[in-house]
Each structure stands twice: as structure tokens, then as C-alpha cells.
């Protein structure tokens, strides 16, 4: 059965750094576009970043202008884990965060993507 583990998600400071990881297991998931989601209260859930599958690989990279800079998502397929390393916090960033796995190209609809980890807290305090 296909599984997306989040981690790495916690309280920090303005300025502060974390890096999430994202533990899949079940599926090749080298083979899928990989995204970073996020969702604040009362607000829809964005997509925060995404990696193109190597099948996509003619597709770049996508950062949401709000994260341009500051966040760089990654991933290591021989550890089946994506990663979103993020610099420069800010009170904005807080939200739940979601690992997303899509067999297609990326996409800033959530509904298209085919499997979701649990979430993971990230609050950023002033």
C-alpha cells in the first residue's frame, strides 16, 4: 500500500530554518512528480513546491512566488524521501504542510494528485 510519512514540522522562531521530509514507501516513487502542499486555517490549501518525476523532466521545477528564494524542494530516490528545505521563515509560512505524490505533471490543484501524507505542523512565531 502506498504511504507518504511526513516529518520534520515544529515551532521556530522568524528567520528560523527546518527541513521537511517526506518517507514514501509502496510505490516507485521516482516515477511520480512530487509536491509540497500547504494549508492555513480558514484558507484552501496551496501548492508550496513541486519536483517533476524524471518522466517529466522536460517540466521545471515550481515555487509559489511566496516561497521563491527561501524554500528548495528535493529528493532522494535511493532514500525514498522528498524534502523541503525552508529558510527565512515567517509567521505567513505557518501551516499545515502535506507531502503529495501525482503520476502526472504538477499541478496546483490538489485534487489531481494520487496519494497524501498526514500533514505536518509548521509554526512560525514573532
Known amino acids: 500500500q502506498a504511504q507518504l510519512v511526513e516529518s520534520g514540522g515544529g515551532l521556530v522562531q522568524t528567520g528560523g530554518s527546518l527541513t521537511l521530509s517526506c518517507a514514501t514507501s509502496?510505490?516507485?516513487?521516482?516515477?511520480?512528480?512530487m509536491g509540497w502542499f500547504r494549508q492555513a486555517p480558514g484558507k484552501e490549501r496551496e501548492l508550496v513546491a513541486a519536483?517533476?518525476?524524471?518522466?517529466?523532466?522536460?517540466?521545471?521545477?515550481y515555487y509559489a512566488d511566496s516561497v521563491k528564494g527561501r524554500f528548495t524542494i528535493s529528493r532522494d530516490n535511493a532514500k525514498n524521501t522528498v524534502y523541503l528545505q525552508m529558510n527565512s521563515l515567517k509567521p505567513e509560512d505557518t501551516a499545515v504542510y502535506y507531502c503529495?505524490?501525482?503520476?502526472?505533471?504538477?499541478?496546483?490543484?490538489?485534487?489531481?494528485?494520487?496519494?497524501w501524507g498526514q500533514g505536518t505542523q509548521v509554526t512560525v512565531s514573532s
Open positions: 509502496g510505490r516507485t516513487f521516482s516515477s511520480y512528480t
Open positions: 519536483l517533476p518525476a524524471i518522466t517529466w523532466s522536460g517540466r521545471s521545477t
Open positions: 503529495a505524490a501525482r503520476s502526472g505533471a504538477w499541478s496546483r490543484s490538489p485534487g489531481v494528485y494520487d496519494y
